[in-house]
């Protein structure tokens, strides 16, 4: 086994069944194959969870993955990957969450940990230097994830374990339930906290001290110490009332400015990532009553109410994931049930705002600690709700069917109830608690016209409209509806022409009109950005961090510093263009059709808008779709790996 190379060359498997407990030597060839983290979830996965198996059943498997250069001294990869089947989409599931869990694997002396198999009983699995157990789990089971963690803290004796767990909601399988860790951080899509919950797995605790060692430190601190100088530059910047005033002179405009990712840092840095909430509605970023209406219907006046300095004025302290030199994060104070909460992400506030048209902010506060608590994805709840009011309005649901609720939008009371009922699966809950798509499968009545979802998944808050690259990448990738991949925005602030021979740069200034046709460009800039994610998530790196650019965040030259490899940038996309393949080869194995992915034509723009910021657009989707199935060399009509493609990878396994 070889170590020192920043990955630890094994993982770990349980079945929960059986107990039994064995650790799997990965060689190193893996690695340079798939990296690590998601690379190494699809390398595991593929190889272990067969054809057809029930996402909820036993044959699943469920992964906790580390990043390659997490505990390396690089920066900004203190990141980790839950992956698994999705119950939600069927296909391949994967959610990102930082925090301090990350570096918690590796130092119990693993890459990752993958568990199969349903417990009898609740259970929690314990791993430190010595020992590896399938503990009960009884007296925590029902317990909502802040109250697991504080008892399994408590039990840890002086030392601080890295702790994962499921609330009520995964408890009650919810198929847009998450996983949370450090009190509420949430890796929260594909609906894996149901895979836990179905499981019988409560909890995953860590407490291991091993080290991790890497082949030239000396080197990955310099190449730190000068992306550190970037991040610290921090000038005094725009009020957030000029955010908001941006976002709408960007609204009016007819050329856009080319963006560069250390304006986002700033931003940032001054707020989180609530900082773009206002402007976001502005520029038609964010979509709005359900992806139908507009900053129209959430102007600045209503918007006001997710003003940036509204979340950051009770913040108390701020804090940084494991290796973060920047410090996005805040826990706030309030006066309502919950005196301490995180601070709520901006996808959090508006898909619980400018979705519903909420401007009661005690209201999104308190609904930020409930889904955290309970474990349930907060951008699924804001469309199950969204949907539930569409329903009721247009006169599929009556009272009758919403437990006595009048929904309107805007109802902050009715809002909360509904939430509350969908943690608890009660009433109407029931049918909410498991997505849009669920939802109006069981409901019927035409009621799909009003489940925004892309394959089952309902899509993040930006706007496809507004940034086809989002169309794109909600529609092709093999765990569809995420934001955290690509965009055009994305990639002009990821800035790999730098770095990556033969991609296209971006002029400084362009026409919005651009955006909109289907061309080979684009296609290879979403490509691009796929690519490139696959090694960000490969490596534990933040999103946020790889927004400074290519040249300040040097990841590829700290992937060679940590290994010892040689890899040219251009490698290293071809290494992330394998994990794309292995990925859609484990969705195509499980009989999912690729195109069944698409987005749904509201947020395509069909019909047009009539008004507000993407008034008159819409996306060639279907052409991007096969220009970018066919970078990856796969069928352009069906988005399928071609065979002789899927035996090369089935080689390697």
């Not at 349930?376 to 199950?384: K, R, Y």
């Not at 706007?463 to 990448?473: V, W």
Request: glycine share 12%.
């Amino acid at each position: 086994m070889i170590k020192g190379k920043g990955f630890m060359g094994k993982v770990l498997v349980v079945d929960l069944a059986t107990r039994e407990i064995k650790e799997e030597i990965i060689p190193e060839k893996i690695y340079q194959t798939y990296l690590s983290g998601m690379g190494l979830g699809a390398y595991m996965l593929y190889k272990h969870i067969p054809a057809g198996a029930d996402p909820l059943g036993p044959e699943n498997m469920l992964g906790f993955v580390s990043g390659l250069l997490t505990g390396s001294g690089s920066l900004f990869t203190g990141r980790w990957t839950l992956v698994g089947k999705s119950p939600l989409t069927g296909g391949w599931g994967d959610a990102n969450c930082g925090g301090t869990f990350s570096p918690a694997i590796k130092r119990c002396g693993y890459d990752g940990i993958f568990v199969r198999g349903i417990s009898e009983t609740p259970v929690y699995l314990y791993i430190d230097d010595k020992v590896k157990e399938v503990r009960d789990a009884s007296d925590v089971w029902g317990m909502d994830t802040v109250q697991t963690e504080r008892f399994f803290r408590k039990d840890a004796k002086g030392r601080r374990p890295g702790i994962a767990c499921i609330g009520p909601a995964g408890e009650a399988v919810s198929l847009i339930s998450g996983v949370a860790t450090d009190n509420g951080r949430m890796a929260a899509r594909s609906g894996l906290g149901a895979v836990m919950g179905a499981k019988r797995l409560k909890a995953v605790v860590l407490a291991g001290n091993q080290r991790i060692g890497v082949v030239n430190r000396k080197e990955i601190k310099k190449i730190s110490a000068i992306c550190n100088k970037w991040v610290q530059f921090q000038p005094p910047f725009m009020t957030a009332t000029m955010m908001a005033a941006t976002g709408a002179l960007m609204r009016v405009l007819p050329s856009v400015m080319a963006q560069d990712g250390l304006l986002y840092k700033i931003m940032l840095k001054k707020w989180g990532t609530v900082s773009m909430n206002q402007m976001s509605v502005e520029m038609g970023d964010s979509p709005i009553k359900n992806w139908k209406g507009s900053s129209k219907d959430w102007g600045m006046f209503k918007s006001h109410s997710s003003n940036p300095d509204v979340f950051t004025k009770c913040e108390q302290v701020k804090y940084h994931c494991y290796s973060c030199p920047l410090g996005c994060g805040g826990i706030c104070s309030t006066s309502g049930k919950f005196s301490e909460t995180h601070k709520p992400e901006y996808e959090t506030v508006l898909s619980l705002g400018g979705l519903l048209l909420n401007k009661d902010v005690d209201a999104i506060f308190y609904l930020n600690e409930v889904l955290n608590r309970a474990g349930m994805d907060s951008i699924s709840a804001g469309h199950a709700v969204a949907f539930a009011i569409e329903c009721y309005e247009e006169g599929v649901f009556t009272k009758a069917d919403t437990d006595g609720l009048e929904l309107k939008w805007g109802d902050s009371a009715s809002i909360v109830a509904l939430i509350e009922k969908m943690v608890k699966r009660e009433g109407i809950g029931q049918i909410l608690a498991d997505g849009v798509k669920q939802a109006s499968l069981r409901i019927g009545k035409g009621s799909e016209e009003f489940a925004v979802h892309a394959g089952g998944q309902e899509p993040a808050m930006h706007d496809s409209r507004n940034d086809p690259g989002f169309a794109l990448h909600y529609s092709v990738e093999p765990s569809p509806g995420k934001h955290t991949v690509g965009s055009g925005l994305y990639y002009e602030m990821f800035k790999l022409w730098q770095v990556v021979d033969g991609l296209p740069s971006v002029s400084p200034l362009y026409l919005k009109g651009s955006k909109y046709k289907a061309d080979e460009e684009k296609a290879v800039i979403g490509a691009a950005n796929s690519r490139f994610m696959n090694v960000v998530n490969g490596t534990g790196t933040c999103l946020f961090g790889s927004f400074l650019g290519a040249k300040r965040i040097r990841i590829f030259d700290w992937i060679n510093a940590a290994t010892g490899w040689s890899l040219t940038p251009n490698e290293y996309m071809e290494v992330g263009a394998n994990v794309q393949t292995l990925r859609q080869a484990f969705n195509v194995r499980h009989g999912i059709e690729p195109s069944q992915f698409k987005v749904s034509e509201r947020a395509l723009g069909r019909p047009a808008q009539k008004e507000g910021a993407n008034k008159g657009r819409s996306v060639e989707i279907e052409a991007m779709m096969r220009d970018y199935w066919a970078q990856f060399g796969w069928d352009p009509e069906t988005g399928k790996p071609f065979q002789k493609t899927i035996n090369d990878l089935e080689a390697t396994l």
